[in-house]
C-alpha cells in the first residue's frame, strides 16, 4: 500500500515560515511527480506547488516567491518550506503524487497563521 506521510504543519504568526514534508518509498519518489495541495476553511482545494521527477517546478501564483519545494532523493522527501506566511495561507496542506492517471493522497496537516 502507498503511503504519503507528511509532518510539519502547526501555528504560526503572519510573517513567520514553517518547513512541510512528505516521505514516501524510493519507487514512488523516483517515478511520481510530487505536489502540495491544501485545501482552505471554505473547501477549495488547490494546487500550491509541484515538482517533477526531473526537479522542475511551479507555483500557483499566491505563493511564489514565499514558497519553495524541493526534494531530497536520499531521503525519499519532498519539502515545502513556506516564508512570509499570511493568514490567508491558513489550510490543511496535502501531499500528493501523481504518475498517468494514478494518483495518491496523503492525509493533510494543518497549517494555521494568526496573529
Known amino acids: 500500500q502507498v503511503q504519503l506521510v507528511e509532518s510539519g504543519g502547526g501555528w504560526v504568526q503572519p510573517g513567520g515560515s514553517l518547513r512541510l514534508s512528505c516521505t514516501t518509498s524510493?519507487?514512488?519518489?523516483?517515478?511520481?511527480?510530487m505536489a502540495w495541495y491544501r485545501q482552505t476553511p471554505d473547501k477549495q482545494r488547490g494546487l500550491v506547488a509541484i515538482?517533477?521527477?526531473?526537479?522542475?517546478?511551479d507555483y500557483a501564483d499566491s505563493v511564489k516567491g514565499r514558497f519553495t519545494i524541493s526534494r531530497d532523493t536520499a531521503k525519499t522527501t519532498v519539502f515545502l518550506q513556506m516564508d512570509s506566511l499570511k493568514s490567508e495561507d491558513t489550510a490543511v496542506y496535502y501531499c500528493r503524487a501523481a504518475y498517468g492517471w494514478t494518483t495518491y493522497w496523503g492525509r493533510g496537516t494543518q497549517v494555521t497563521v494568526s496573529s
Open positions: 515538482i517533477a521527477t526531473s526537479g522542475v517546478t
Open positions: 524510493g519507487t514512488i519518489f523516483s517515478t511520481f511527480s
